[in-house]
């Protein structure tokens, strides 16, 4: 009898350790679940909060009624302004003021003097990657203001705006045809508007349609309107489309722009290919991911 109660008060005390040993697992595994939701829900929020630093502001309007020249606000880059440099000294004064953003982060200590970013240390190789970076930002710069120093109208004063804002003209590609769609707020003497059109990289427009020659384009009254025009004489490439808005006068106002990538069949197919190749990968990547552990790391 008393081997029989030993083994009975031992195989409960078995039992009992076994019950502690699993409920000490399901806490370590909730507190697992529950540090990886807090960390997504984190992750969501700084992601959310970095897009809507990027959302356009306000009501979009074909029209801005503050008008000021994009190149009036100068850009600045180590205190002086990028229009007094060369293009050598733009770029080294980009890199100077990137180097020294790394430097910065690269620098900082928690309370305990442990550093937060060390790996941020530049190499000379980053350097040479820094500089090829800042040498094609300067450039790309360089190359929109002269091309912008063409342009006459409203956009002549806020076509930086439009392209922050995301207003202005909208084009829509369909079966390699392009459709063109701009709204105005209001129209003061306005007799209509002219489509114009010409390769990426040349500077020359040619007219594709005008209000004298098709109705659709005519004015809409004082209080605008939206328009749209459909381009079915395009051929594959990049075009640069631009509209312009003409008065009783005669006067031309350049109004919106927009830059439009017209495919052609083997281009069109072989994005679907490398799309579903893509979403194939992914797939694959999660299902080995799930074989490869499917506890989870538990």
């Known amino acids: 009898r008393q081997s029989t109660a030993t083994d009975q008060r031992s195989g409960k005390v078995s039992k009992g350790i076994v019950r502690c040993y699993t409920t000490s697992s399901f806490k370590n595994r909730h507190q697992r679940i529950r540090m ?6 984190v992750a969501t929020i ?3 909060s970095m897009a809507s630093a990027f959302a356009p ?5 074909a029209f801005l009624t503050k008008n000021v ?8 880059v180590g205190g002086k302004s990028v229009d007094d440099m060369s293009l050598e000294e733009e770029v080294e004064a980009l890199v100077e003021e990137e180097k020294a953003k790394v430097e910065r982060a690269s620098n900082l200590r928690n ?3 442990v550093d937060y970013a060390p790996w941020m240390n530049i190499s000379p190789d980053d350097e040479v990657k820094i500089r090829q970076i800042m040498k094609e930002k300067a450039e790309a710069r360089r190359r929109r203001q002269e091309q912008e120093r063409s342009v ?6 806020d076509s930086q705006a439009q392209e922050l804002s995301g207003t202005g003209l909208k084009s829509k590609i369909i079966d390699g045809q392009v459709e063109l769609e701009w709204a105005t707020s209001e129209e003061q003497s306005t007799k209509g508007f002219i489509v114009k059109r010409r390769p990426a990289k040349t500077d020359e427009f040619s007219v594709v349609a005008s209000y004298e020659d098709w109705g659709p384009l005519l004015t809409k009254g004082p209080e605008g309107g939206i328009y749209r025009y459909f381009d079915s004489t395009v051929s594959p490439g990049g075009w640069v489309y631009r509209i312009a808005e003409c008065d009783v006068n005669g006067n031309q106002n350049d109004i919106c722009q927009c830059l439009v990538e017209v495919q052609t069949e083997d ?16 797939i694959i990547a999660v299902v080995g991911g799930i074989l490869l552990d499917p506890l989870n790391g538990y």
């Not at 990886?36 to 829900?41: C, P």
């Not at 006459?152 to 004063?157: C, E, H, K, M």
């Open 36 to 41: 990886k939701v807090v960390i997504s829900v």
């Open 46 to 48: 700084a992601c959310a």
């Open 57 to 61: 502001v306000g009501v979009p309007k």
């Open 69 to 76: 020249h994009f190149m009036s606000s100068e850009e600045m």
């Open 111 to 113: 309370e305990k003097g």
């Open 152 to 157: 006459t109208g409203n956009l002549y004063y």
């Open 267 to 282: 281009e069109q197919r072989n994005a679907v290919i490398a799309a579903v190749g893509i979403a194939a990968f992914g």
